[in-house]
């Protein structure tokens, strides 16, 4: 396996997609096929390294989750996958992560392009102070996904993303009100549908629903779930009963390295390791 590390972007103004067509390869044990493979990823933060020899299949068009205790290299690894943590100083790669068969780190793909494919939610919702109207466009106009679209079909395209994450009945009337008047649960739909007009191939989540209520984090994990058919998503959570609820297979981690990857019904009825057994049961974390 070669080694790469972390190069200067190159100019952003190629207008080519960095993850070409055709079929992601399959893993040894199954049919199935990958939208994340990883392999030897040891990420450091200066001194500090937080991800140590990480090696995982994710299998496209299923939800995963990361568990793990706090600081255990979760939102590190999910941030390593559209190359957030190239914003921090001092921080060095190397292994391989390909996404559709593309290596995310070669000469080639810059992190702009990247992040167009791969789309991010962040632990609050983060909408943008302008309308709910604009901010489902945001990605698509910094991108220049619908730049020759007419007016109407820029309506078709915000209506359809809206529909997909069950808020167009809610705001169909105030498209035009600041987005962040709404709910929290709101802002987190909202920025889910943000990412639609994009058509990223995965979507991360980095505890998208730590910030909500009892009824919010219902509405989201719903949405989450009617997501499954269309994108490969990765979740990031504390919450072991959210896990067992909203996930197909879970990764634990714990300082810095993958202990264990299954089935999420495996994994919490049966695990294998004693560590994973461990914090299930909640005796660290």
Known sequence: MSTSTI????????????????DPPSMPETNDKLSIRVRDLNL???????????????????????I?????????????????NERYEGVKTTGDIEILDKNIYDSDVTSRQLRRRIGMVFQRP?????????????????HKTHKQLTRRERNDVVQQALE???????????????????????QQKLCIARLIPLKPDVILMDEPCSALDAEGIEQVEGLIESLRDD???VIVTHNMA?????????IFMLMGKIIEHSSTADMFLNPREEQTEMYIQGRYG
């Open 242 to 250: 959210q896990a067992r609820r909203a996930t197909d297979e879970c």
């Open 68 to 84: 793990g205790p706090s600081g255990c290299g979760k939102t590190t690894l999910l941030r390593c996958f559209n190359r957030i």
């Open 126 to 142: 983060n909408p943008l102070p302008i309308s709910i109207y604009d901010n489902v466009l945001f990605g698509a106009n910094l």
């Open 164 to 186: 997909q994450v069950a808020l167009w009945d809610t705001v169909k009337d105030k498209l035009k009100t600041r987005a962040t008047t709404l709910t929290l649960e709101q």
């Open 44 to 66: 450091w933060y200066g001194d500090f390294q937080a991800l140590k020899d990480v090696n995982i299949d994710i299998r496209k068009g299923i939800i995963t989750g990361l």
């Open 231 to 233: 994108y490969t998503v």
């Open 7 to 22: 190069a200067p972007n190159p100019s952003t103004s190629n207008p080519e997609p960095i993850l070409q067509s055709g």
